[in-house]
């Protein structure tokens, strides 16, 4: 298959990106106070200085809609002019109905389809980036909402070293329209997507298998269980792969694509993987020092910090890239209009 095969006909680029970040910060002193840990552990192993946890009167869809808010004023569009809403979230307000459709309410976006992407956990923005991209295609379906929103607060145990010093709470979103006829070769230009079914990053109860029940609820398999080597060895293996395929899919070399917008789950991780590219770091911008790791929305807090300083310019190509639970992985390579 030659590399034009993978891309799609109708050109299509973001024209606005937002986040929202909850006002609580959550440094690594103060988890140093009811964990086994201290600042300098958490830094030395994640780079992770600090990072934000909702309010307990608010969901995800909360900040789903605030960031989705600020996307649309950068973009200079309103909610009547959206078509479709894809939100990624493994933290969703509740099982049913559609946090898609919440938002969807919230906004007064009459008109959006709203679809929900819901196990992919960290990687289901990349799927939700792929699934705007083809909606797009339709001549019926003119500008695509994509929200990454996680309330990973919510999930990760208060007594679990492992997942609690990594994870933060957070919400990304980007409007993504047609671009301009002129503009030839901007948008998606190939992607590649992976996955092998693990269990080492799990929440085990709330399902048809493993039903809520007071005996679950005792034994806390509700919260999040991560094996941390596991998540090394499989990203650290598969992100790098995925995403020198996708840019020669693209036709590009990777060394010469201009930004890497990566999943920001660890530094080590993302050091590791530009080490293995042979790119230099400063072309992936850096968010989890900050916020930790914010699931899917770790990916788009990188894309806004470059869109809204002016460092994404058109002709720019970009990489797209993240890997989640299950395990799951994914890159999209796109050419900025």
């Known amino acids: 298959m030659t590399a034009r095969q993978y891309g799609l006909p109708v050109a299509i680029t973001v024209a606005g990106t937002g986040v929202h970040l909850p006002d609580t910060v959550v440094p690594n002193a103060m988890l140093a106070e009811t964990l086994d840990t201290s600042d300098e552990w ?12 909702l309010d307990p009167e608010l969901a995800t869809s909360d900040m789903g809609v605030a960031a989705a808010r600020s996307a649309l004023e950068a973009a200079r569009l309103t909610a009547d002019d959206v078509d479709a809403i894809v939100v990624s979230t493994y933290t969703y307000d509740q099982p049913l109905p559609s946090t898609a459709l919440i938002i969807k309410d919230a906004l007064g976006a009459h008109r959006a389809l709203p679809l929900d992407v819901t196990q992919a956990a960290c990687a289901g923005g990349v799927q939700a980036m792929l699934i705007a991209a083809h909606l797009l295609q339709s001549p019926a379906i003119d500008t ?30 980007t409007v993504v329209t047609h671009a301009a006829s002129s503009e030839r070769g901007a948008g998606l230009l190939s992607w590649d997507f992976g996955s092998q079914l693990s269990y080492d990053v799990e929440i085990q109860a709330g399902g048809s298998r493993i ?35 996708a840019a020669q899919r693209a ?72 890997i989640g639970a299950g395990f799951q992985w994914g890159t999209l390579c796109m050419r900025h209009a």
């Open 251 to 322: 036709g590009l070399p990777v060394q010469e694509i201009d930004h890497f917008f990566l999943h920001q789950a660890n530094l080590n991780i993302l050091t590791e993987t530009m080490t293995q590219l042979g790119v230099p770091m400063d072309r992936a911008p850096i968010t989890l020092d900050k916020l930790g790791n914010t699931g899917a929305a770790g990916m788009f807090t990188a894309l806004h910090q470059s869109f809204t300083r002016g460092h994404l310019k058109p002709g720019d190509t970009y990489i797209l890239s993240a």
């Open 144 to 173: 695509v909402l994509v929200i990454a929103a996680d309330c990973a607060s919510r999930v990760t145990d208060p007594r679990d070293r492992v997942t609690r010093i990594f994870f933060g709470d957070a919400a990304a979103a």
């Open 211 to 245: 039903p809520s029940s007071a005996e679950t609820i005792a034994e806390r398999r509700h919260y999040l269980r991560m094996d941390g080597r596991a998540v090394w060895n499989t990203a650290t293996a598969n992100l790098p792969s995925s995403i020198a395929t």
């Open 42 to 53: 958490i830094v030395q192993r994640t780079g992770i200085r600090e990072r934000r946890w």
